[in-house]
């Protein structure tokens, strides 16, 4: 089955679907058509092709809003641990410093105050950052399943019209079928009465 070649209304494609389903040669005695079945599946794989791509891309906002988190978590770990190193190296530095000096002590309580301020600072921007990326992630995937629903409701409603008109065609065939059939029915008992 061939693909379309570019983008073509769900609409245009529910009304080809229609008319083939029309154009197809009536049962005799039934409410059955006869279609081409491979011009309603060519039909159908143009009607997945021509899915509207807010759908497409809502599926890709989520991929994208993982990503997000994923990278916020990742820096932050990097923050976290830059903090850490850096904790570490002052820490080491105002020891060996503390060696030199009468008030060891106090130095090295002063650069433990200051690691655990730098490491809290850091903590922080890093919490900051997962925050504000998982909130506009959140926001963007919000914005994209409200456009999704909306495209979902307009073309379920649009699916239903279209079968309800189907069914009332069928219908209003069936009750010519069955008008002819009475009046062959009739044509016969009038022969009948006839050669009698």
Do not use: C, W
Not at 6 to 12: F, M, S, V
Not at 41 to 56: A, G, Q
């Amino acid at each position: 089955m061939s693909e379309p070649k570019e983008y073509t209304p769900l609409n245009d494609l529910l009304l080809r679907i229609d008319e083939t389903i029309d154009s197809g040669a009536t049962v005799p005695f039934s409410n059955k058509k006869m279609v081409d079945g491979d011009q309603l599946h060519e039909l159908v794989d143009e009607v997945r092709m021509s899915i509207p791509p807010e759908i497409k891309r809502a599926q890709e906002l989520e991929v994208q809003r993982k990503a997000i988190l994923e990278n916020s978590k990742k820096e932050a770990e990097e923050i976290k641990k830059s903090a850490e190193d850096e904790k570490a190296t002052i820490i080491k530095d105002a020891k060996a410093e503390a060696d030199k000096l009468v008030s060891q002590q106090e130095i090295i309580e002063r650069a433990n105050q200051y690691a655990k301020e730098q490491v809290e600072r850091s903590n922080q921007e890093a919490a900051d950052i997962i925050n504000q990326a998982r909130a506009e992630a959140e926001n963007i995937i919000a914005d994209a399943n409200n456009k999704k629903q909306s495209i979902m409701d307009a073309m379920v409603a649009n699916i239903n019209s279209t079968l309800s008109e189907t069914a009332e065609l069928l219908n209003a065939d069936t009750e010519r079928l069955n008008k002819s059939l009475a009046d062959v029915n009739r044509m016969r008992e009038a022969i009948s009465k006839l050669s009698e």
